[in-house]
């Protein structure tokens, strides 16, 4: 049940958070202005573009508001707006008490894990890369710390062995649209019952980077299965081998045995490339050259027959 008479800013930046601002405009509700980071350069060609926040609200006719976040977020700007709620998805800020007393209702924001499990910036990647077999959106009432609110609706939904960064993102969009949806239908309602997180249970989900992606073929297979599935697509993992930088799209552990140094070929063939890790073996499907498109292993052998050999070993960690 949507309740039109709300009037609710939003604030957000990727298009995690611009699914979640179209679903509410599609489904009824009342969005008065938006706020996204600054507009920057992007792509190739470093134009400058806009968020994909910014381009829903823009679509939908809603103020944009995009203030810098060096000074701050502006609590006059939301005050004028005279919003009864504040919905944060993905915006990157930790509100000030004076912003989160501004609405009637308090700020709400939809988070990519379950509670208290992955606070933090990268919960999707985090949730992978350990091997976890669930993860969820939380629908929580904010305060000032880093996503440590009462949670108001937790949903779930399980991480299977084929899944990856993107996969597992699309599905949590879609319970995150629906669940704060349903939140805003009896708000009142969920925030009367809303519950305390057990700080005792905490993991936090650091912000990943590109070494982080780099693969250390030492480490047992179903890790590096991880990684990579972890960090497609944003920024595919990689190994080092001819002195260039190959990204690994996707892969699956193999059932083969070996005693060969990790990082070593194992076996070639068009649809396969099995290489040793630490513990176990792993079989890789797709690659990416550098400055290519992903393509599948036929691909990149017959256009690179010498690439990969039996025996060689890849690039040092």
């Not at 609200?57 to 005050?79: H, K």
Request: with cysteine; charged share 20%; glycine share 8%.
């Amino acid at each position: 049940m949507t309740d039109s008479s709300l009037r609710i800013a939003f604030a957000g930046t990727p298009a995690f958070a611009a699914s979640h601002l179209e679903y509410l405009v599609k489904q009824g509700h009342n969005i008065v202005g938006v706020f996204t980071r600054p507009d920057r350069p992007s792509g190739r060609g470093k134009k400058t573009q806009p968020t994909s926040v910014k381009q829903v609200a823009d679509n939908q006719g809603i103020e944009v508001f995009q203030p810098q976040f060096t000074e701050g977020f502006p609590q006059s700007m939301l005050a004028s707006l005279n919003v009864d709620v504040f919905i944060v998805v993905a915006y990157g800020l930790i509100l000030k008490q004076e912003i989160l007393d501004t609405p009637r209702f308090g700020c709400i924001n939809v988070h990519a894990s379950l509670l208290p499990r992955w606070r933090g910036a990268a919960p999707i990647e985090r949730a992978i890369l350990e091997g976890d077999k669930e993860t969820g959106v939380c629908i929580m009432q904010m305060d000032t710390g880093l996503d440590t609110g009462n949670i108001l609706l937790r949903l779930s939904t399980l991480i299977t062995p084929e899944d990856n960064a993107l996969t597992v993102s699309e599905r949590l969009m879609s319970l995150g649209c629906e669940g704060l949806n349903e939140v805003l239908g009896d708000l009142s309602g969920y925030q009367s019952q809303a519950k305390v997180q057990d700080d005792s249970a905490t993991t936090y989900a650091a912000k990943l980077s590109k070494e982080d992606a780099l693969i250390d073929w030492s480490r047992q297979a179903a890790e590096i299965q991880n990684q990579v599935q972890a960090f497609y697509p944003r920024s595919p993992a990689y190994f080092i081998h001819e002195n260039q930088q190959i990204r690994i799209i996707s892969a699956h552990l193999s059932l083969i045995q070996t005693d060969l140094p990790h990082g070593s070929v194992i076996e070639v063939s068009k649809n396969k490339l099995l290489i040793s890790c630490g513990n176990g073996v792993l079989d890789i499907f797709t690659l990416q050259l550098p400055g290519k498109k992903p393509a599948d292993l036929a691909d990149i052998l017959n256009g690179h027959p010498g690439l990969f050999i039996p025996g060689m070993i890849l690039g040092a960690f």
